[in-house]
T-cell receptor, first 118, second 110 residues
C-alpha cells in the first residue's frame, strides 16, 4: 500500500515569492492534516480536513496561507507571499476516521517538504 | 489539552533495553496515550497507544502508571534504526488533533 505522497521534497525560494505544496493521502483516508515543523520542535497543526471540508484551520495564518482539498482527496497548501520565518518542513498526514467513537486511529505522515526562504 | 514532560535527550547502547519516560499529570480520564517517533528526514510514525493497561506490539511496549500520570515507552532491544525523536501525546478518544511537544531525542550507540 502506498503511503502519503508529498511533493516537492525540497523547495528554495526568495522571500515574497509564492510557493505551493501538494499532498496525496492514503487511499480511503477521509481525514487530512497539514503540519508545520520548525527546526528542533515537534509538528504544529495548521489545518485539518474531513473529506473536502476544512474543519479546523484555527492555526493557519490566513493572511498568507491557503489550502484546498478538492474532491476530498489530494490537497494543496499555498503560501503567498513567503516570508523568511516560513522556512520549515511542511508535513501532510492522513487518517481513516470511522463512524464509531472510541480510540483515535493512527495518523500516517508523508516525508514532508523542506522549505527554505532566502 | 494535557501537558507532557519528556527528557530532551537520552542515550542507549545497541541491543540494550531503553525506557523512555513521559509525565502527563494533567491527563483526563478519557485521554489515550499515544507514542509516535520521527526518524531523521522522515515524518512521524505511529508506535503504540494505550488507555489504562500495559500494551505490547511488534515495535515496543507501553507501561502506564496506575494513576495514569506517567507512562514509559519500552524498546526491548534498541537498534541503530531506533535512533529518532520520540513523542508522547495524550489524545481524547475519537479526537483528531494531536499536539506534539519537543519529544525525546534517542541516540543509540553501537
Amino acid at each position: 500500500e502506498a503511503g502519503v505522497v508529498q511533493s516537492p521534497r525540497y523547495k528554495i525560494i526568495e522571500k515574497k515569492q509564492p510557493v505551493a505544496f501538494w499532498c496525496n493521502p492514503i487511499s480511503g483516508h477521509n481525514t487530512l492534516y497539514w503540519y508545520r515543523q520548525n527546526l528542533g520542535q515537534g509538528p504544529e497543526l495548521l489545518i485539518r480536513y474531513e473529506n473536502e471540508e476544512a474543519v479546523d484551520d484555527s492555526q493557519l495564518p490566513k493572511d498568507r496561507f491557503s489550502a484546498e482539498r478538492l474532491k476530498g482527496v489530494d490537497s494543496t497548501l499555498k503560501i503567498q507571499p513567503a516570508e523568511l520565518g516560513d522556512s520549515a518542513v511542511y508535513l501532510c498526514a492522513s487518517r481513516y476516521r470511522g463512524r464509531a467513537s472510541g480510540d483515535a486511529y493512527e495518523q500516517y505522515f508523508g516525508p514532508g517538504t523542506r522549505l527554505t526562504v532566502t | 489539552d494535557a501537558k507532557t514532560t519528556q527528557p530532551n535527550s537520552m542515550e542507549s547502547n545497541e541491543e540494550e533495553p531503553v525506557h523512555l519516560p513521559c509525565n502527563h499529570s494533567t491527563i483526563s480520564g478519557t485521554d489515550y496515550i499515544h507514542w509516535y517517533r520521527q526518524l531523521p528526514s522522515q515524518g512521524p510514525e505511529y508506535v503504540i497507544h494505550g488507555l489504562t493497561s500495559n500494551v505490547n506490539n511488534r515495535m515496543a511496549s507501553l507501561a502506564i502508571a496506575e494513576d495514569r500520570k506517567s507512562s514509559t515507552l519500552i524498546l526491548h532491544r534498541a537498534t541503530l534504526r531506533d535512533a529518532a525523536v520520540y513523542y508522547c501525546i495524550p489524545l481524547r478518544g475519537g479526537d483528531n488533533d494531536m499536539r506534539f511537544g519537543a519529544g525525546t531525542r534517542l541516540t543509540v550507540k553501537p
